[in-house]
């Protein structure tokens, strides 16, 4: 297998989505350092570190708060009291002191809750990252630079079981004043637009868009700069394009 073979796979290895036989053989191979393999790796977990921003915000149910809370509360009942440590007693009235035993449950119990948050958090965004990849019918297009800013790339993932598009983009440099970046779907018919997103640090930018009912074959994706509002069709710079096969 060479390294183009390999790119499709490493997404899912990156999501720990591999059968084990294709995760050893793709393992031993970035352990010997390829360089090519190496970048779409960084690539594939940027991507699973931006999925949170791109799905939709949902509220969790009523049920988890209580199973985080009971779950501390176990934490805090299996650490073992300290010995209290002896104080001489004092003739003169001395400020109320904060009980050590105190102190240490309560800073256990803030250790406990950022440990759980943290840990529901990255498994959010694992198991959101394992959905994408494990789609049933999920297409990758790729977008080119079309200026001659080096590295400047996007893809797109097509769930065509959801029918939506979820848009990841690197090293693409700030809008011009006053403009932001707008998504198009290019169909024969011509353009639709898909949505408007920024970038961050690095030049990254993410963005989810469900395909309109009734917008019929898709043949390219555009990225273009736009009015702030964003606009009905493109009237900016085409940054990024890339054919959807």
């Given at each position: 297998m060479n390294c183009q073979a390999r790119r499709d796979n490493i997404l899912l290895y990156a999501a720990d989505a591999l059968e084990a036989s294709e995760r050893d053989e793709l393992r031993g191979h970035l352990a010997t350092g390829c360089p090519s393999c190496t970048g779409v790796l960084a690539e594939a977990q940027a991507i699973l570190a931006l999925l949170p921003r791109a799905l939709a915000s949902t509220a969790p149910?009523?049920?988890?708060?209580?199973?985080l809370m009971q779950r501390i509360r176990a934490e805090q009942a299996s650490i073992p009291s300290p010995t209290p440590i002896p104080v001489k007693p004092v003739r003169k009235t001395a400020a109320r002191?904060?009980?050590w035993r105190w102190v240490?449950?309560?800073s256990m119990g803030s250790a406990a809750l950022a440990a759980s948050i943290t840990l529901a958090l990255m498994w959010g965004t694992y198991r959101q990252g394992r959905d994408v990849v494990n789609s049933?019918?999920?297409r990758m297009v790729s977008l080119d630079s079309t200026t001659a800013v080096s590295g400047t790339h996007g893809r797109i993932f097509w769930d065509r079981e959801k029918n939506d598009w979820r848009l990841y983009v690197f090293d693409l440099a700030p809008p011009p004043p006053g403009r932001t970046y707008e998504l198009?779907?290019?169909t024969p018919a011509g353009a639709v637009a898909a949505g408007t997103?920024?970038?961050g640090k690095g030049g990254r930018g993410s963005l989810e868009v469900?395909?309109?009912p009734n917008?019929?074959?898709v043949a390219a994706a555009a990225i273009s700069d736009e009015p702030m509002s964003g606009s009905q069709t493109p009237t900016g710079k085409i940054w990024l394009q890339g054919k959807v096969e």
């Open positions: 149910p009523a049920s988890a708060r209580d199973r002191q904060t009980p240490i449950g309560a049933k019918d999920l198009w779907f290019i997103f920024d970038v469900p395909l309109p917008l019929g074959p």
